[in-house]
């Protein structure tokens, strides 16, 4: 998310200083999956239409940092299949099919939600892993996410109105007056963004002692990167938590845990191997595949799980932009753009969902 604010205030020509704990991209956002995948289309609110709008726009936003930067970031609007192994799940999809005709609508563009007897195209999904037949949506991408945390990188790289401090750590932040103490310094700011992910919400609660419960917590998350010759335009995908997802280069990627509680949080472990046995199961061409990378991370789930967007109620020079957990790669654009139009009392052309408002997520803390 703070990659893309940055682009966001470099488009709009606002001086940024970009601060990084580590390396630029090294957090939960250099991961193995980037998938992209939309809310269920029935029961309708603010909130999945917030996010149809910000996946449907995502792909200009990646075609125009492709554009500024000659590199790939390995966006594909892949579709998504969901098996059915239950003859109930299959009368439910049949619903979901007619209210993604209702919903799933962009101007002329159309996204569809079909149910299918068998998986389409041959050699990607085992026929018998949906013995009531398959969901095949079209709405649902993917991108490679360190292709395009390169591809941001790139951009600000080339940035007139952004400067980039890495390998620096933030111990405090005192938003009334303005200042940041880093590591043999203090920065000072009119506005600050902070998009520090799990790390994010420490600093909210130091500033907010009235709450009850933390606002947010890290949820590590583990994946696996196989090496098959696979065709990089099949669906992602997805049964019970469990994502397969086809990228470029002959890579499959294969995740994610959800774990609330963890002894390491950079480890993997038989979680992971779990997963793995999983998708070889339903795959066929993965049950050779090796596998070339295990990777572990630790993504921000904020207290009411949305994304934690919006000044801070008692001091508007602060403003959070974290959480998002397994949605952030298909918000994150739309989100920054709204903490930079927020940093720069500016309007921006849509709404966020009440819910999103870190006023919203105090109100949940402080119950």
């Known amino acids: 998310m703070g990659l893309w604010a940055a682009v966001h205030a470099e488009r709009r020509g606002l001086n940024t200083l970009l601060v990084d704990t580590g390396r630029l991209g090294s957090g939960a956002s250099g991961g193995l999956l980037g998938a992209l995948m939309p809310h269920m289309p029935d029961r309708w609110s603010e909130k999945k239409q917030f996010q149809f709008d910000a996946l449907v726009s995502l792909e200009a936003e990646i075609a125009a940092i492709e554009d500024a930067t000659g590199l790939s970031a390995g966006y594909r609007r892949s579709g998504r299949l969901i098996p059915l192994p239950k003859p109930h799940l299959r009368k439910i999809a049949s619903g979901h099919s007619e209210d993604a005709e209702l919903h799933w609508r962009a101007g002329e563009r159309r996204f569809h939600w079909h149910v299918l007897d068998r998986p389409p195209g041959q050699g990607w999904i085992d026929a018998a892993a949906g013995e009531s037949g398959f969901v095949h949506d079209t709405l649902a991408a993917r991108v490679a996410p360190r292709l395009l945390i390169a591809a941001l990188k790139a951009f600000l790289r080339k940035a007139r109105h952004v400067r980039v ?198 109100a949940v803390s402080s119950r």
């Open 165 to 362: 401090l890495e390998n620096t750590e933030v111990t405090e932040l005192h938003p009334a007056r303005g200042t940041a103490a880093i590591e043999g310094g203090v920065i000072a700011f009119s506005r600050c963004i902070l998009a520090a992910g799990y790390r994010s919400f420490p600093f909210l609660e130091k500033l907010t002692p009235r709450l009850q419960k933390p606002l947010g917590q890290a949820v590590k998350g583990q994946a696996a990167l196989l090496a098959a010759d696979i065709d990089p335009g099949l669906p992602t995908i997805f049964r019970d938590g469990l994502y397969v997802v086809a990228h470029e280069g002959r890579h499959v990627a294969v995740g994610s845990t959800s774990e609330n509680s963890f002894a390491d949080p950079f480890s993997t472990d038989e979680q992971l191997d779990a997963l793995i046995e999983a998708a070889r199961e339903m795959v066929p061409a993965l049950r050779d595949a090796p596998v070339i990378e295990r990777w572990a991370g630790l993504r921000p789930k904020a207290i009411d799980r949305d994304p934690m967007v919006g000044a801070y109620p008692e001091n508007h020079n602060l403003i959070a932009l974290t959480g998002g957990f397994k949605v952030s790669f298909g918000l994150a654009h739309r989100l920054a753009e709204a903490a930079i139009c927020i940093a720069s009392d500016a309007n921006t052309e849509f709404l966020l969902p009440e819910s999103f408002a870190i006023s919203s997520h105090i």
